[in-house]
C-alpha cells in the first residue's frame, strides 16, 4: 500500500509519544483497531457521509474505541475532525514498520511468478534473514509476468531475481554484441 506522506507523519508523531510513554504496544494495538475502523466499509460510509451529525460520528469512534489509548482516541477525534479518516489505516501500518524498524525486523515484499509453499515462504524467510541480519517479515505476492525466480523489495532495496529481467539483461547483451 503506498502511503501518503501525511500517514507516515501521524505515525512518527504517534510513535515519538508512544516511545516517550514507553506505550509502544498498546498505541499499536490502539492504532490496529482504529484502522479496522476506518477501513471498514459500513464505517467508512457513515465517517464519510455530510448528512451524518458530526457529534454522531463521534460517538460511534468513541464507542468502537473504547479502551484504548486515550491519546489514540485524540488521534482518531482529530481525523474524524479533518475528515482524515481514511488515513487510519495507514498510520496503522507506517507505525507499525517503525516499531518493527526499531526492533530489528525488517518487512519483505516478495513477488514469484507462482505462489510460495509455506516451506518454500520459510526458506525465503531465512535467506533474507541472514541477508539483513535480523528477523524478516515477508509478505508475499504472486505476479505470473515475472515468468520465473522472485523479485524481493526490502525498504529502499530491489533485489530482482526473476526470469524475466534475465532474459531482458541476455537480450542487452545479445543485441551489443551484433553492433
Given at each position: 500500500m503506498i502511503q501518503?506522506?501525511?500517514?507516515?507523519?501521524?505515525?512518527?508523531?504517534?510513535?515519538?509519544?508512544?516511545?516517550?510513554?514507553?506505550?509502544?504496544?498498546?498505541?499499536?494495538?490502539?492504532?490496529?483497531?482504529?484502522?479496522?475502523?476506518?477501513?471498514?466499509?459500513?464505517?467508512?460510509?457513515l465517517l464519510q457521509n455530510t448528512r451524518v451529525p458530526v457529534d454522531q460520528k463521534a460517538q460511534l469512534v468513541e464507542a468502537a474505541?473504547?479502551?484504548?489509548?486515550?491519546l489514540v482516541l485524540n488521534l482518531a477525534r482529530l481525523l474524524l475532525r479533518r475528515g482524515r479518516t481514511a488515513l487510519g489505516p495507514q498510520i496503522a501500518e507506517a507505525y507499525q514498520e517503525l516499531?518493527?524498524?526499531?526492533?530489528?525486523?525488517?518487512h519483505a515484499a516478495v513477488t514469484t511468478a507462482v505462489p510460495l509453499s509455506p516451506e518454500?515462504?520459510?526458506?525465503?524467510?531465512?535467506?533474507?534473514?541472514?541477508?539483513?541480519?535480523?528477523?524478516?517479515i515477508v509478505t508475499p505476492a504472486?505476479?505470473?509476468?515475472?515468468l520465473g525466480g522472485l523479485v524481493v523489495r526490502i525498504g529502499d532495496r530491489l533485489i530482482?531475481?526473476?526470469?524475466?529481467?534475465?532474459?531482458?539483461?541476455?537480450?542487452?547483451?545479445?543485441?551489443g554484441a551484433r553492433a
Open positions: 501518503e506522506v501525511a500517514a507516515k507523519r501521524y505515525a512518527e508523531a504517534a510513535y515519538l509519544i508512544a516511545r516517550e510513554d514507553g506505550k509502544e504496544e498498546a498505541w499499536a494495538e490502539g492504532l490496529r483497531a482504529m484502522a479496522a475502523l476506518f477501513g471498514d466499509a459500513g464505517a467508512r460510509a474505541l473504547k479502551g484504548v489509548d486515550p516499531l518493527d524498524a526499531a526492533k530489528g525486523v525488517s518454500d515462504l520459510k526458506a525465503v524467510e531465512r535467506r533474507l534473514s541472514e541477508l539483513t541480519g535480523g528477523p524478516v504472486v505476479d505470473e509476468s515475472i530482482d531475481g526473476s526470469t524475466k529481467s534475465r532474459l531482458q539483461a541476455l537480450k542487452r547483451q545479445l543485441e
